[in-house]
């Protein structure tokens, strides 16, 4: 059987476990975001007859339709958690490959290649890669570093407007973010002993002990989820 579970292990003896999605689920995601962007340009082609065919309504058009075509995807996987609106329906999210959120510099690569996996027609070279290795990593993944996972309703960390976020007081590798992310969405899964343990060993990071560090991990970790 095809095992789609794709683990990580990060600093701190902690695993990191996603469920890759294949062909089928990111189409739909791909056809609702392709309708979208079409009303868009519809809208959009309308507010500018006014201004004319050419000379400033015809550079208008063009300048949103590069905008809408390309950064589209970009601002929201990078804003909005890895998801398109079409995503977001899907229930499924692009992420790194070390399983930590979607850089702006990776979502601009698997984007701009879109046109390669396009290629000769119908994302016939991206669908040929996607089946050909088991994380499903079309060409733009496999040079952005990419995955797109499901997001299933328990991965949502628990009474999340409950906490207040806390910007880290030094710069954190991606490891060290990823690390603190886990820790809060499975914090309720572990116990009191369990928690404070694994934030001793970030204890460099929180300058805390004890339930003070546990309760500083959480609040950076909001942080970096981006609960404002």
């Known amino acids: 059987m095809l095992d789609t579970r794709y683990r990580v292990e990060i600093p701190g003896g902690i695993n990191l476990e996603a469920q890759v999605v294949g062909p089928v689920p ?25 201004l004319g065919s050419g000379g400033m309504g015809g550079g208008f058009f063009l300048i949103f339709l590069f905008v809408i075509e390309w950064l589209y995807p970009v601002l929201f996987e990078v804003f909005s958690r890895g998801q398109t609106p079409g995503k977001k329906l899907l229930k499924i999210s692009v992420i790194k490959d070390d399983l930590s959120p979607v850089t702006l510099g990776a979502s601009m690569v698997r984007n701009l290649l879109r046109t390669v996996d396009f290629l000769p027609l119908f994302y016939l070279v991206g669908l040929v890669t996607m089946l050909s290795n088991q994380r499903f990593q079309r060409l733009g993944d496999l040079a952005a570093g990419t995955l797109v996972i499901s997001v299933p309703e328990s991965a949502k960390p628990a009474a999340m407007q409950e906490i207040m976020p806390l910007a880290p007081s030094t710069s954190l590798l991606r490891p060290e973010q990823t690390s603190i992310i886990e820790f809060l969405q499975r914090s309720n899964q572990l116990s009191e002993p369990r928690q404070q343990e694994l934030a001793s060993i970030l204890e460099g990071i929180t300058h805390e002990k004890g339930d003070n560090g546990v309760e500083q991990l959480r609040r950076i970790g909001a942080w970096f989820l981006g609960v404002r």
């Open 26 to 50: 990111r189409f739909f995601a791909f056809a609702i975001d392709l309708g979208i962007r079409g009303i868009i340009i519809f809208v959009l082609s309308l507010l500018s007859i006014p």
